[in-house]
């Protein structure tokens, strides 16, 4: 029997963010006390009026279904506006947006895939895709219970996955769901669709093909989903830069919505650099081979952003998480990973920004 060999982690932890200093806290709670009522208000209305927009643009509609051209249009503008507003009341005041093809001539000659891949640090990219593209997404499907975002979601057609253990699977891997026409479909088929559709069907497809947040300083290993088509996509990068001495760690990792929104405007402003990478066409090996697909994109996604790939994923994160269920489920998906066995938590030397974490124990010594 082969013996499962567990991921590398890198030096650092992947999956949670950096530490707040004592000057950063105090910055927090100065600011905080002026930005935090005023933002969460302004976010909370503008919520409230896209959800409202969102339900009279989608009424009467099968969510199943490709909206009208006229529809579509009217619903993704609406969100587009509201998304960019958000930002702003989450402390994101500029973005800064690169294209690795800077000729617009040039770009507009590029073909426009249906998918958009982008690493996955939090909500900003995604409300920055929302704004930028009036993307729709794959999202967990617990997103669905979450306060206005649940519905806006689905009014936006996104495809929803249910990560629950006794979820039915099919022989594929992927998890199944039942259409409006009573056939089950599993989320791949259901991206499948969409990647193979024609141009502006559907509204375009985001994966975050890492499955998971973690703090941006590495990519993790890329689900095969958005490359099984074998058709072009669109890959995006995001960086979410901060001070160690006197600011927030943007990325959302294994923390707590509330508290996690109430800091990022407690921030009189907060960074998103986002770069457009020309849109990554398969050679002949690539589009018979999902993985290899996966691989290579996420290389240059790497590239780009100037970190390392390592193969970690969601189960790996588990273990770090906030609460207890999460960290036991952990458990019991790495034993299962590995012949019943739950290996060693890693030893990290460094925190993301490099420096050694062993400094100060080894001066007591």
Not at 90 to 108: K, S
Request: proline residues 7%.
């Amino acid at each position: 029997m082969s013996v499962h060999r567990e991921p590398v982690f890198p030096p650092f932890n992947p999956f949670v963010r950096h530490t707040t200093s004592t000057l950063g806290k105090v910055k927090m709670l100065l600011c905080g006390t002026v930005l935090v009522p005023i933002r969460a208000t302004g976010a909370i209305a503008t919520m409230t009026l896209c959800l409202i927009w969102c339900n009279i643009c989608s009424l009467g509609c099968d969510l199943s279904k490709p909206y009208s051209p006229l529809r579509r249009q009217l619903l993704q503008g609406g969100c587009r506006i509201f998304s960019r507003v958000l930002l702003f009341w989450y402390g994101f005041l500029w973005i800064r947006e690169t294209y690795e093809i800077e000729d617009p001539v040039e770009r507009a000659r590029q073909s426009h895939p249906s998918v958009v891949v982008v690493n996955h640090i939090g909500f900003s990219e995604l409300l920055y895709l929302v704004y930028s593209n009036g993307c729709c997404f794959v999202s967990k499907h617990a997103n669905l219970k979450l306060p206005f975002i649940g519905k806006i979601s689905q009014c936006l057609q996104s495809i929803f996955v249910n990560r629950a253990p006794e979820q039915p699977k099919s022989t594929d891997g992927g998890l199944t769901h039942r259409d409006s026409s009573n056939v089950i479909r599993t989320t791949t088929d259901k991206i499948l669709e969409r990647a193979r559709s024609p141009v502006d069907t559907w509204p375009p497809l985001v994966l975050c093909p890492e499955g998971t947040t973690h703090t941006g300083r590495v990519l993790l290993r890329f689900a095969t989903s958005a490359f099984r088509a074998g058709l072009p996509v669109q890959p995006v990068v995001v960086k979410s830069p901060f001070s160690p001495k006197h600011g927030y760690d943007p990325s959302f990792s294994c923390s707590n919505i509330v508290i996690h929104i109430l800091s990022l405007m407690s921030q009189p402003m907060n960074h998103l650099h986002v770069t457009h990478l020309a849109v990554y066409v398969p050679n002949e090996e690539e589009k018979k081979d999902p993985q290899l697909f996966a691989n290579n994109v996420r290389q240059k996604m790497a590239d780009k952003l100037g970190v390392e790939c390592y193969d970690l994923t969601w189960t790996d994160k588990l273990r770090f998480e906030s609460t207890a269920n999460a960290r036991e489920l952990g458990r019991q998906k790495l034993a299962a990973r590995n012949g019943g066995v739950v290996p060693p938590m890693p030893t990290f030397t460094e925190d993301a920004f490099g420096n050694a974490l062993i400094e100060e124990s080894a001066k007591d010594k």
